[in-house]
Protein backbone atom coordinates (compact mmCIF):
# COMPACT_ATOMS: atom_id res chain seq x y z
CA UNK A 1 0.00 0.00 0.00
CA UNK A 2 3.37 2.24 0.70
CA UNK A 3 3.08 2.78 -3.22
CA UNK A 4 0.35 4.99 -3.01
CA UNK A 5 2.70 7.69 -1.39
CA UNK A 6 4.54 7.75 -4.28
CA UNK A 7 1.13 9.00 -6.49
CA UNK A 8 1.83 12.98 -5.35
CA UNK A 9 6.16 12.55 -5.98
CA UNK A 10 5.67 11.31 -9.49
CA UNK A 11 3.13 13.81 -10.61
CA UNK A 12 4.74 16.60 -9.07
CA UNK A 13 7.80 15.55 -11.02
CA UNK A 14 5.84 15.40 -14.38
CA UNK A 15 4.45 18.58 -14.08
CA UNK A 16 7.41 20.13 -13.20
CA UNK A 17 9.72 18.23 -16.15
CA UNK A 18 6.64 17.85 -18.97
CA UNK A 19 5.52 21.93 -18.84
CA UNK A 20 8.93 23.54 -17.81
CA UNK A 21 11.48 22.41 -19.29
CA UNK A 22 14.57 24.21 -17.53
CA UNK A 23 17.06 22.07 -15.28
CA UNK A 24 15.83 21.88 -11.98
CA UNK A 25 17.62 23.86 -9.40
CA UNK A 26 16.74 23.62 -6.38
CA UNK A 27 19.65 26.35 -4.91
CA UNK A 28 19.49 28.19 -7.81
CA UNK A 29 15.77 28.85 -8.15
CA UNK A 30 13.40 29.92 -5.91
CA UNK A 31 9.83 27.97 -7.22
CA UNK A 32 12.26 24.86 -7.32
CA UNK A 33 13.53 25.22 -3.80
CA UNK A 34 10.11 25.06 -2.38
CA UNK A 35 9.36 21.97 -4.62
CA UNK A 36 12.56 20.45 -3.41
CA UNK A 37 11.18 20.86 0.18
CA UNK A 38 7.87 18.96 -0.51
CA UNK A 39 9.38 16.19 -2.67
CA UNK A 40 12.04 16.05 0.29
CA UNK A 41 9.09 15.43 2.85
CA UNK A 42 6.98 13.65 0.64
CA UNK A 43 10.03 10.46 -0.12
CA UNK A 44 10.63 10.94 3.84
CA UNK A 45 7.04 10.02 4.81
CA UNK A 46 7.32 6.80 2.31
CA UNK A 47 10.64 5.74 4.15
CA UNK A 48 8.98 6.94 7.39
CA UNK A 49 5.66 4.73 6.48
CA UNK A 50 7.77 1.75 5.74
CA UNK A 51 9.52 1.64 9.33
CA UNK A 52 6.67 3.16 11.46
CA UNK A 53 3.15 2.55 9.75
CA UNK A 54 1.95 0.74 12.81
CA UNK A 55 2.43 3.66 14.65
CA UNK A 56 1.67 6.76 12.90
CA UNK A 57 -0.80 6.07 10.35
CA UNK A 58 -4.71 5.72 11.48
CA UNK A 59 -6.30 4.82 7.62
CA UNK A 60 -4.74 3.49 4.70
CA UNK A 61 -2.91 4.93 2.14
CA UNK A 62 -5.87 6.13 -0.03
CA UNK A 63 -5.30 7.02 -4.12
CA UNK A 64 -7.83 9.82 -4.16
CA UNK A 65 -6.17 11.39 -1.42
CA UNK A 66 -2.71 11.63 -3.38
CA UNK A 67 -4.20 12.88 -6.44
CA UNK A 68 -5.86 15.45 -4.97
CA UNK A 69 -2.79 16.66 -2.87
CA UNK A 70 -1.09 16.38 -6.03
CA UNK A 71 -3.63 18.68 -7.84
CA UNK A 72 -3.66 21.18 -4.82
CA UNK A 73 -0.16 21.36 -4.70
CA UNK A 74 0.36 21.72 -8.11
CA UNK A 75 -2.24 24.87 -8.51
CA UNK A 76 -0.14 26.47 -5.69
CA UNK A 77 3.47 25.89 -7.25
CA UNK A 78 2.59 26.92 -10.74
CA UNK A 79 3.26 31.00 -10.27
CA UNK A 80 6.75 29.99 -8.76
CA UNK A 81 7.61 27.83 -11.32
CA UNK A 82 6.74 30.16 -13.99
CA UNK A 83 8.33 33.25 -12.83
CA UNK A 84 10.83 31.92 -11.09
CA UNK A 85 13.80 32.51 -13.95
CA UNK A 86 12.25 35.87 -15.48
CA UNK A 87 14.89 37.89 -15.90
CA UNK A 88 13.94 41.33 -15.68
CA UNK A 89 15.68 44.81 -16.22
CA UNK A 90 15.38 46.18 -12.59
CA UNK A 91 13.50 46.20 -9.61
CA UNK A 92 12.28 49.85 -8.63
CA UNK A 93 12.14 50.49 -4.96
CA UNK A 94 10.40 53.72 -5.83
CA UNK A 95 12.04 56.07 -3.83
CA UNK A 96 15.39 56.25 -2.30
CA UNK A 97 14.66 58.03 0.41
CA UNK A 98 11.69 56.02 1.66
CA UNK A 99 13.26 52.54 1.44
CA UNK A 100 15.70 53.78 3.59
CA UNK A 101 13.50 55.17 5.81
CA UNK A 102 11.78 51.54 5.90
CA UNK A 103 14.94 49.73 6.33
CA UNK A 104 16.01 51.30 9.90
CA UNK A 105 12.08 51.24 10.79
CA UNK A 106 12.53 47.72 10.80
CA UNK A 107 16.16 47.47 11.93
CA UNK A 108 15.17 49.28 14.93
CA UNK A 109 12.01 47.76 15.34
CA UNK A 110 13.54 43.97 15.30
CA UNK A 111 16.21 45.39 17.57
CA UNK A 112 13.68 46.39 19.90
CA UNK A 113 12.02 42.27 19.04
CA UNK A 114 15.12 40.87 20.37
CA UNK A 115 15.75 42.45 23.22
CA UNK A 116 11.78 41.71 24.66
CA UNK A 117 12.93 38.00 23.25
CA UNK A 118 16.35 37.36 24.53
CA UNK A 119 15.43 37.48 28.62
CA UNK A 120 12.86 34.85 28.17
CA UNK A 121 14.69 32.77 25.49
CA UNK A 122 17.20 32.27 28.51
CA UNK A 123 14.24 31.42 31.02
CA UNK A 124 13.29 28.85 28.64
CA UNK A 125 17.14 27.42 28.28
CA UNK A 126 17.43 27.52 31.95
CA UNK A 127 14.64 26.40 33.23
CA UNK A 128 14.58 23.63 30.62
CA UNK A 129 13.13 23.59 27.02
CA UNK A 130 11.10 20.36 27.72
CA UNK A 131 9.44 22.04 30.91
CA UNK A 132 8.39 25.23 29.44
CA UNK A 133 6.92 23.23 26.66
CA UNK A 134 4.72 21.63 28.78
CA UNK A 135 3.72 24.48 30.82
CA UNK A 136 3.02 26.52 27.43
CA UNK A 137 0.73 23.22 26.03
CA UNK A 138 -1.05 23.26 29.11
CA UNK A 139 -2.22 26.91 29.61
CA UNK A 140 -0.31 27.33 32.74
CA UNK A 141 2.66 29.58 31.17
CA UNK A 142 2.58 32.48 29.67
CA UNK A 143 5.06 34.08 27.52
CA UNK A 144 3.51 37.35 26.59
CA UNK A 145 1.20 39.28 28.35
CA UNK A 146 -0.72 40.66 25.59
CA UNK A 147 0.37 44.01 26.41
CA UNK A 148 1.36 46.32 23.29
CA UNK A 149 4.68 46.24 24.13
CA UNK A 150 5.08 42.11 23.37
CA UNK A 151 2.50 42.73 20.12
CA UNK A 152 4.59 45.33 18.71
CA UNK A 153 7.94 42.78 19.19
CA UNK A 154 5.85 40.05 17.83
CA UNK A 155 4.89 41.80 14.88
CA UNK A 156 8.52 43.47 14.14
CA UNK A 157 9.78 39.63 14.25
CA UNK A 158 6.81 38.87 11.62
CA UNK A 159 8.77 40.77 8.92
CA UNK A 160 12.09 38.92 8.74
CA UNK A 161 11.52 37.96 5.54
CA UNK A 162 11.48 41.69 4.31
CA UNK A 163 14.11 42.49 6.37
CA UNK A 164 16.33 39.95 4.38
CA UNK A 165 15.21 41.39 1.43
CA UNK A 166 16.34 44.42 1.68
CA UNK A 167 19.58 43.68 3.55
CA UNK A 168 20.38 41.69 0.16
CA UNK A 169 19.50 45.02 -1.75
CA UNK A 170 21.58 47.13 -0.02
CA UNK A 171 24.50 44.68 0.20
CA UNK A 172 24.65 44.35 -3.43
CA UNK A 173 23.01 47.61 -5.03
CA UNK A 174 25.13 49.35 -2.29
CA UNK A 175 22.51 51.59 -1.30
CA UNK A 176 23.92 53.13 1.22
CA UNK A 177 27.55 53.13 -0.32
CA UNK A 178 30.59 52.46 1.84
CA UNK A 179 28.57 51.95 4.91
CA UNK A 180 26.36 49.63 2.59
CA UNK A 181 28.22 45.83 3.83
CA UNK A 182 27.79 46.66 7.60
CA UNK A 183 24.38 48.20 7.01
CA UNK A 184 23.11 45.02 5.00
CA UNK A 185 24.50 42.72 7.10
CA UNK A 186 23.27 44.52 10.49
CA UNK A 187 19.47 43.81 8.77
CA UNK A 188 20.52 40.15 7.99
CA UNK A 189 21.15 39.85 11.43
CA UNK A 190 18.28 41.60 12.66
CA UNK A 191 15.82 39.57 10.65
CA UNK A 192 17.25 36.77 13.27
CA UNK A 193 14.48 38.13 15.77
CA UNK A 194 11.72 35.97 14.37
CA UNK A 195 14.56 33.21 15.49
CA UNK A 196 14.13 34.61 19.30
CA UNK A 197 10.74 34.78 18.55
CA UNK A 198 9.79 31.07 18.71
CA UNK A 199 13.01 30.20 20.77
CA UNK A 200 10.70 32.53 23.75
CA UNK A 201 8.02 29.44 22.92
CA UNK A 202 10.73 26.41 23.26
CA UNK A 203 9.97 26.32 19.61
CA UNK A 204 12.75 24.73 17.15
CA UNK A 205 10.92 26.38 14.17
CA UNK A 206 11.99 29.92 13.83
CA UNK A 207 15.47 28.57 12.94
CA UNK A 208 14.54 26.45 10.20
CA UNK A 209 11.76 29.28 8.80
CA UNK A 210 14.81 31.55 8.44
CA UNK A 211 17.18 29.53 6.66
CA UNK A 212 14.38 28.23 3.82
CA UNK A 213 13.65 31.88 4.11
CA UNK A 214 17.17 32.82 3.35
CA UNK A 215 17.28 30.63 -0.01
CA UNK A 216 13.98 31.42 -0.68
CA UNK A 217 15.25 35.23 -1.31
CA UNK A 218 18.20 34.66 -2.43
CA UNK A 219 17.24 32.27 -4.91
CA UNK A 220 14.83 34.44 -6.19
CA UNK A 221 16.75 37.87 -6.58
CA UNK A 222 20.10 35.59 -8.01
CA UNK A 223 17.53 34.76 -10.38
CA UNK A 224 15.72 38.09 -11.08
CA UNK A 225 18.66 40.34 -10.61
CA UNK A 226 22.07 38.51 -10.60
CA UNK A 227 22.67 39.46 -7.38
CA UNK A 228 25.57 38.13 -5.59
CA UNK A 229 26.82 38.62 -1.82
CA UNK A 230 30.34 39.02 -0.79
CA UNK A 231 32.06 36.26 0.03
CA UNK A 232 32.12 37.85 3.93
CA UNK A 233 28.72 38.09 4.20
CA UNK A 234 28.32 34.47 3.11
CA UNK A 235 30.73 33.42 5.62
CA UNK A 236 28.79 35.30 8.38
CA UNK A 237 25.38 34.07 7.78
CA UNK A 238 26.68 30.46 7.51
CA UNK A 239 28.31 31.02 10.85
CA UNK A 240 25.42 32.34 12.30
CA UNK A 241 23.48 29.34 10.62
CA UNK A 242 25.33 26.65 12.52
CA UNK A 243 25.20 28.38 15.89
CA UNK A 244 21.43 28.60 15.47
CA UNK A 245 21.66 24.93 14.26
CA UNK A 246 22.92 24.14 17.14
CA UNK A 247 20.37 25.31 19.81
CA UNK A 248 18.07 23.92 17.56
CA UNK A 249 19.59 20.65 17.68
CA UNK A 250 20.29 20.79 21.52
CA UNK A 251 16.34 22.07 21.94
CA UNK A 252 15.34 18.67 19.91
CA UNK A 253 17.29 16.75 22.39
CA UNK A 254 16.08 17.95 25.65
CA UNK A 255 12.59 17.91 24.18
CA UNK A 256 12.94 14.58 22.73
CA UNK A 257 16.19 12.79 24.31
CA UNK A 258 14.71 9.17 24.46
CA UNK A 259 13.25 9.01 20.75
CA UNK A 260 15.43 11.65 19.28
CA UNK A 261 15.67 9.66 15.88
CA UNK A 262 11.91 9.21 15.52
CA UNK A 263 11.22 12.66 17.00
CA UNK A 264 13.82 14.35 14.11
CA UNK A 265 12.13 12.00 11.26
CA UNK A 266 8.81 12.91 12.39
CA UNK A 267 9.30 16.75 12.23
CA UNK A 268 10.01 16.41 8.35
CA UNK A 269 8.01 13.27 7.40
CA UNK A 270 4.89 12.79 9.02
CA UNK A 271 3.47 15.54 6.63
CA UNK A 272 1.94 13.01 4.23
CA UNK A 273 0.61 10.30 5.89
CA UNK A 274 -1.47 13.17 8.45
CA UNK A 275 -2.87 14.77 5.32
CA UNK A 276 -3.61 11.00 4.11
CA UNK A 277 -5.63 10.60 7.47
CA UNK A 278 -7.38 14.06 7.66
CA UNK A 279 -8.54 13.11 3.97
CA UNK A 280 -10.05 10.14 4.61
CA UNK A 281 -11.49 11.35 8.02
CA UNK A 282 -13.44 13.74 6.12
CA UNK A 283 -14.21 15.94 9.36
CA UNK A 284 -16.43 18.89 9.75
CA UNK A 285 -14.91 22.12 8.68
CA UNK A 286 -14.26 25.07 10.58
CA UNK A 287 -15.25 27.57 7.79
CA UNK A 288 -11.93 29.74 8.09
CA UNK A 289 -11.96 29.86 12.02
CA UNK A 290 -8.75 28.01 12.34
CA UNK A 291 -6.52 29.05 9.52
CA UNK A 292 -7.68 33.19 9.85
CA UNK A 293 -9.07 33.20 13.46
CA UNK A 294 -8.15 36.34 13.60
CA UNK A 295 -9.14 38.22 10.62
CA UNK A 296 -12.83 36.55 10.58
CA UNK A 297 -12.94 37.75 14.31
CA UNK A 298 -12.62 41.80 12.82
CA UNK A 299 -15.24 40.35 10.59
CA UNK A 300 -17.66 38.29 12.66
CA UNK A 301 -18.22 37.41 15.96
CA UNK A 302 -20.11 34.02 14.70
CA UNK A 303 -17.48 31.57 14.85
CA UNK A 304 -15.82 28.13 16.15
CA UNK A 305 -12.60 28.07 18.10
CA UNK A 306 -9.72 26.18 17.05
CA UNK A 307 -10.26 22.87 19.77
CA UNK A 308 -13.87 22.85 19.55
CA UNK A 309 -13.90 20.29 16.63
CA UNK A 310 -11.40 18.37 18.16
CA UNK A 311 -13.93 15.26 19.56
CA UNK A 312 -14.49 14.56 15.94
CA UNK A 313 -10.98 13.68 15.05
CA UNK A 314 -9.66 12.21 19.13
CA UNK A 315 -12.96 9.78 18.40
CA UNK A 316 -11.51 8.25 15.34
CA UNK A 317 -7.66 8.25 17.09
CA UNK A 318 -6.56 11.04 14.26
CA UNK A 319 -4.82 14.21 16.17
CA UNK A 320 -6.01 17.55 15.09
CA UNK A 321 -2.32 19.35 15.98
CA UNK A 322 -0.09 17.68 13.39
CA UNK A 323 1.73 18.85 10.77
CA UNK A 324 -0.53 17.87 7.68
CA UNK A 325 0.95 20.74 5.06
CA UNK A 326 -0.43 23.86 4.66
CA UNK A 327 -2.90 22.22 2.23
CA UNK A 328 -4.03 19.86 4.90
CA UNK A 329 -4.84 22.93 6.83
CA UNK A 330 -7.12 24.37 4.25
CA UNK A 331 -9.08 21.30 4.06
CA UNK A 332 -9.96 20.99 7.58
CA UNK A 333 -10.56 24.90 7.59
CA UNK A 334 -12.34 24.91 4.18
CA UNK A 335 -13.02 21.49 3.12
CA UNK A 336 -11.94 19.44 0.09
CA UNK A 337 -13.37 21.77 -2.77
CA UNK A 338 -12.96 25.21 -1.46
CA UNK A 339 -9.65 24.55 -0.68
CA UNK A 340 -8.99 23.66 -4.50
CA UNK A 341 -10.90 27.41 -4.85
CA UNK A 342 -9.09 29.50 -2.49
CA UNK A 343 -5.51 28.21 -3.76
CA UNK A 344 -7.01 28.85 -7.31
CA UNK A 345 -7.39 32.56 -6.46
CA UNK A 346 -4.60 32.75 -4.27
CA UNK A 347 -2.40 31.45 -7.61
CA UNK A 348 -4.52 33.62 -9.84
CA UNK A 349 -3.90 36.91 -7.72
CA UNK A 350 -0.11 36.30 -7.68
CA UNK A 351 -0.17 36.14 -11.62
CA UNK A 352 -2.23 38.91 -11.33
CA UNK A 353 0.24 41.20 -9.40
CA UNK A 354 2.94 40.09 -11.12
CA UNK A 355 2.48 39.95 -14.96
CA UNK A 356 3.36 43.33 -16.39
CA UNK A 357 0.40 44.66 -18.77
CA UNK A 358 3.12 45.75 -21.00
CA UNK A 359 5.48 43.38 -22.56
CA UNK A 360 8.12 45.80 -23.57
CA UNK A 361 8.60 46.64 -19.57
CA UNK A 362 11.13 44.21 -17.54
CA UNK A 363 10.89 46.32 -14.11
CA UNK A 364 9.26 44.87 -11.17
CA UNK A 365 7.95 46.91 -8.49
CA UNK A 366 9.39 46.56 -4.71
CA UNK A 367 5.49 45.50 -3.78
CA UNK A 368 5.35 43.08 -6.14
CA UNK A 369 8.31 41.49 -4.65
CA UNK A 370 6.58 41.90 -1.39
CA UNK A 371 3.50 40.04 -2.43
CA UNK A 372 5.82 37.63 -4.70
CA UNK A 373 7.93 36.41 -1.79
CA UNK A 374 4.88 36.07 0.96
CA UNK A 375 3.40 33.72 -1.47
CA UNK A 376 6.55 31.54 -0.81
CA UNK A 377 6.52 32.67 2.71
CA UNK A 378 3.60 30.21 2.53
CA UNK A 379 5.15 27.34 0.76
CA UNK A 380 7.85 27.00 2.61
CA UNK A 381 6.27 27.50 6.50
CA UNK A 382 3.71 25.59 4.79
CA UNK A 383 5.71 22.40 5.10
CA UNK A 384 4.89 22.07 7.96
CA UNK A 385 0.96 23.62 8.82
CA UNK A 386 -0.37 26.45 7.50
CA UNK A 387 2.35 28.87 9.82
CA UNK A 388 0.54 32.06 9.38
CA UNK A 389 -2.98 30.99 10.93
CA UNK A 390 -0.78 32.56 14.33
CA UNK A 391 0.15 35.33 11.99
CA UNK A 392 -3.10 36.85 10.21
CA UNK A 393 -1.59 40.28 11.65
CA UNK A 394 0.56 39.94 10.00
CA UNK A 395 -0.62 39.11 6.82
CA UNK A 396 -3.07 42.36 6.91
CA UNK A 397 -0.04 44.58 7.47
CA UNK A 398 2.27 42.90 4.79
CA UNK A 399 -0.60 43.65 2.41
CA UNK A 400 -1.47 47.21 3.61
CA UNK A 401 2.14 48.34 3.24
CA UNK A 402 2.12 46.69 -0.43
CA UNK A 403 -0.92 48.55 -1.04
CA UNK A 404 0.60 52.13 0.52
CA UNK A 405 3.73 51.52 -1.66
CA UNK A 406 1.77 50.76 -4.78
CA UNK A 407 -0.42 54.35 -4.27
CA UNK A 408 3.18 55.86 -3.65
CA UNK A 409 4.18 55.15 -6.70
CA UNK A 410 1.07 55.48 -8.49
CA UNK A 411 0.43 59.32 -7.06
CA UNK A 412 4.05 60.38 -6.53
CA UNK A 413 5.50 58.87 -9.84
CA UNK A 414 8.49 58.30 -8.70
CA UNK A 415 10.83 55.40 -9.62
CA UNK A 416 14.18 54.51 -8.54
CA UNK A 417 15.53 51.76 -10.49
CA UNK A 418 18.03 48.96 -9.21
CA UNK A 419 19.25 48.04 -12.62
CA UNK A 420 20.38 44.19 -13.31
CA UNK A 421 24.18 43.80 -13.10
Known amino acids: MFVIFLVPILFVLSFRFFLFKERFQPFNQSGDFILSLYLASMILSVIFYLIYSNEISVYDPSLIAMIYFSFALIIYLFPLLYFQNKKIYGLDIIDLTLFKFLSWFFIIGS???????????????SSGVQHNRLMLNSGELNVFDGSIFDTIAVGFSAFFSFLQIMGMLVIFFKLYGRKSNFIGFLMLICSTSYIFNAMAFAGRDGVVFWFFSFLFNYTLLKAWLGIKLPKFSSKLIWLSLFLFSLMFFYMSYSRFSSTIFFSMLNYFAQQLINFNDLFVLDPPIYNGSQSFFKIKSYITSSMLEPGDLNYHYLSNNVYPWVFKFFIG?????????????????????????????????????????????????????????FKHSSLNNYILALFLLSIFLYFFKALTKRSFILVRK
Open 329 to 385: SFVADFGKLNTLFVLFLFSAFVFFVMINKKKSVRTLNIYQVLIFSFYGQVGYMGVFY
Open 111 to 125: IYSIVVFIPKVINVF
